[in-house]
């Protein structure tokens, strides 16, 4: 059975980091491209970064570029996202969601992880 697991929110404060984790089972995480989203309330779901399933594009949002690195551990079969210099805007729910390709309408989702980025 395909599954996705999110782990590693929490509450940060402004400038701190945090690394998201999102294990994968059913599946390796070279098969699929992964990709991480957020959710906040009163915004639409917005892409944060992907993989390819070959590991050789990845990208990232305008709004986290320079900030977020997304990387993956075979042996773990994980997908991460590290999050360093945290602003109040990057506080909602993180999603990761794999299928062939990165895109905003990817078939398999995960259930979240609350990130909350407050003083």
């Known amino acids: 059975q395909l599954q996705l697991v999110e782990s590693g929110g929490g509450l940060v404060q402004p400038g701190g980091s945090l690394r998201l984790s999102c294990e994968v089972s059913?599946?390796?995480?070279?098969?699929?491209?992964i990709g991480w989203f957020r959710q906040t309330p009163g915004k639409e779901r917005e892409g944060v970064s992907c993989?390819?399933?070959?590991?050789?594009?990845?990208n990232y949002a305008d709004s986290v570029l320079g900030r977020f690195i997304i990387s993956r551990d075979f042996a773990k079969n994980t997908v991460y996202l590290q999050m360093n210099s945290l602003k109040p805007e990057d506080t909602g729910v993180y999603y990761c969601?794999?299928?062939?390709?990165?895109?905003?309408?990817?078939?398999?989702w995960g259930n979240g992880t609350v990130v909350t980025v407050s003083s």
């Open positions: 059913g599946f390796t995480v070279d098969y699929y491209a």
């Open positions: 993989i390819s399933a070959n590991g050789f594009n990845t």
């Open positions: 969601a794999a299928d062939d390709y990165c895109s905003v309408y990817m078939d398999y």
